[in-house]
T-cell receptor, first 114, second 113 residues
Framework: NAGVTQTPKFQVLKTGQSMTLQCAQD?????MYWYRQDPGMGLRLIYY???????DKGEVPNGYNVSRLNKREFSLRLESAAPSQTSVYFC?????????????FGQGTRLTVV | DAKTTQPPSMDCAEGRAANLPCNHS???????VYWYRQIHSQGPQYIIH???NNETNEMASLIITEDRKSSTLILPHATLRDTAVYYC??????????????FGKGTTLSVSS
């Protein structure tokens, strides 16, 4: 049971380049999330998807777009990367966002924008 | 949103109980208290959650005060592998838009031999 899988694990981008971070879960969860974590900081919510076909903004959505491709997959896209987006990105999933349930996290994507 | 306050860091000797406090004085009646931890740079890991009553599982115990304005996470016999950042999170009212787990800066627990 893989849980939550993120790809890639590491990425270096030049300013202005675009890329998509992939996330997939195999637990049949309804809700999925994208967080970013900067050095010495807690996690900040970028976007989340309460269920297949829906997405909502979190605390820091600017500069990002998301797609809930199907129930398993939730991708995060940076259209024009900026150095301020250098961070570690975590994807998570849970049975339901409206329910008080446990969330499972991936191992993170370490992104550097130069 | 209910906010949480945690000490930035704590130390604990290996084998002793680690008691991590959290204040959440503005918590609403239907909001749960969650605890997660993050070891090194890995993804956060769920520990425990509760509403009113004390809770215990194989990892830890959660003690919530009667007025629900504070709680304590107890790791009964801390090991070196428990060194991590511990996050206390109050589950945002699910009736509000944009709800999900909101993390603060947490408490860095250092367990030493």
């Amino acid at each position: 049971n893989a849980g939550v899988t993120q790809t890639p694990k590491f990425q270096v981008l030049k300013t202005g380049q675009s890329m998509t971070l992939q996330c997939a879960q195999d637990m049949n969860h309804n809700s999925m999330y994208w967080y970013r974590q900067d050095p010495g900081m807690g996690l900040r919510l970028i976007y989340y998807s309460a269920s297949e076909g829906t997405t909502d903004k979190g605390e820091v959505p600017n500069g990002y777009n998301v797609s809930r491709l199907n129930k398993r997959e939730f991708s995060l896209r940076l259209e024009s990367a900026a150095p301020s987006q250098t961070s570690v990105y975590f994807c998570a999933s849970s049975e339901g966002v409206w329910m008080n349930t446990e969330a499972f996290f991936g191992q993170g994507t370490r992104l550097t924008v130069v | 949103d209910a906010k949480t306050t945690q000490p930035p860091s704590m130390d604990c000797a290996e084998g002793r109980a680690a008691n991590l406090p959290c204040n959440h004085s503005t918590i609403s009646g239907n909001e749960y208290v969650y605890w997660y931890r993050q070891i090194h740079s890995q993804g956060p890991q769920y520990i425990i959650h509760g509403l009113k009553n004390n809770e215990t599982n194989e990892m830890a115990s959660l003690i919530i005060t009667e007025d629900r304005k504070s709680s304590t996470l107890i790791l009964p016999h801390a090991t070196l592998r428990d060194t991590a950042v511990y996050y206390c999170i109050v589950r945002v009212d699910p009736n509000q838009a944009g709800t999900a787990l909101i993390f603060g800066k947490g408490t860095t627990l250092s367990v030493s031999s």
